[in-house]
């Protein structure tokens, strides 16, 4: 759904994504449309790009009286109410939309957004260029998915779509982005497409697997693709993600986390800075590296750097009693 007014990039907000680019506001051929009614000063709308998911197109608007006009797009969009509810016009009708609705909006579907009660909505959205759309569809049909329905209530599919948007607010990796994405088109096209479902049953292959692994072991500091992985194993992206996980007991995503956290214990037991750790180990950031570090650890990396450099000779007797 077209933005009304799209902050620019010399924003706060803009500033708070180093890996996302504000883009025009009729990107993703969004067609140019005029508003019924305005937006107000206290709200807002903004679209971007993320680095690690190419040809798709992020949005957000925040609204409390903003009334689009009927208008389409040339571009598949999923989205979300976020927040509120909200109330939009589609095939004849108007439909009140609460929060965690999905909608599922085909090319030249003809609709419009406006609100539903007086405390307004937040709105999510992926614009999906249709070349991009399609090379995901194939994991699950052999065509491009067409949704056969407009507006669900899934939590499944909710959850999964909010984690993913609030997750390309940052800087997270390309694998991260395709492994999160993935099982959405997965469960849109099982669930609600119009196209012919192809299910893929997990067939574990140690070899392939193993390759895998060898090849997430030895390049733990680079910006790693699930393509890049899935070719590697000559398996469809959604299939290496579930032969993977049913092999190794974890995801790619998780197992390259794993690998990376074993590597800056490494680099901290000699005497590396924790800055220098996370560079060198493929983490966006100090923070991102961190916050990883003590999920899997129990400690942060400042934590541990000292208890792994005290000699034990230097303990107390209090001290080994404590450990």
Request: net charge positive; charged share 20%.
């Amino acid at each position: 759904m077209t933005a009304p007014r799209v902050s620019s990039p010399s924003t706060a907000n803009s500033r708070k994504l180093p890996a996302a680019q504000v883009v025009g506001r009729h990107a993703a051929n969004l067609l140019h449309y005029q508003s019924e009614r305005p937006p107000g000063a206290d709200e807002s709308a903004r679209i971007w790009c993320h680095r690690s998911l190419a040809g798709v197109e992020l949005f957000r608007g925040s609204y409390k009286s903003y009334q689009a006009a009927r208008h389409f797009h040339t571009v598949p969009a999923i989205g979300i109410v976020a927040r509120g509810s909200m109330s939009s016009y589609c095939r004849g009708a108007t439909h009140n939309l609460p929060t965690g609705t999905v909608f599922l909006i085909n090319p030249e579907e003809v609709h419009a957004p406006g609100p539903a009660l007086s405390n307004g909505w937040v709105l999510q959205a992926f614009y999906f260029d249709n070349l991009v759309y399609c090379e995901r569809s194939r994991n699950f049909s052999l065509s491009a998915l067409r949704f056969s329905q407009l507006f669900i209530r899934d939590p499944q599919l909710t959850r999964k779509l909010l984690s993913l948007h609030r997750a390309l607010e940052h800087d997270i990796s390309a694998l991260a982005v395709e492994s999160a994405l993935l099982p959405v088109f997965r469960l849109i096209a099982k669930r609600y497409s119009s196209g012919t479902y192809r299910s893929f049953a997990p067939k574990p292959n140690s070899e392939r697997i193993r390759r895998v692994r060898e090849y997430l072991d030895a390049h733990y500091e680079r910006n790693i693709t699930l393509d890049e992985l899935a070719n590697l194993a000559e398996f469809s992206p959604f299939h290496l993600l579930r032969t993977f996980r049913n092999s190794v007991r974890l995801t790619p995503r998780a197992y390259l986390t794993q690998v990376r956290v074993e590597a800056a214990k490494s680099f901290l037991r000699f005497g590396r800075t924790i800055s220098h750790v996370a560079l060198e180990t493929g983490f966006t950031d100090q923070s991102h590296f961190t916050r990883h570090f003590k999920r899997i650890t129990g400690l942060t990396p400042g934590q541990y750097f000292p208890r792994i450099e005290t000699p034990k000779a230097a303990r107390s007797e209090t001290d080994e009693w404590k450990l």
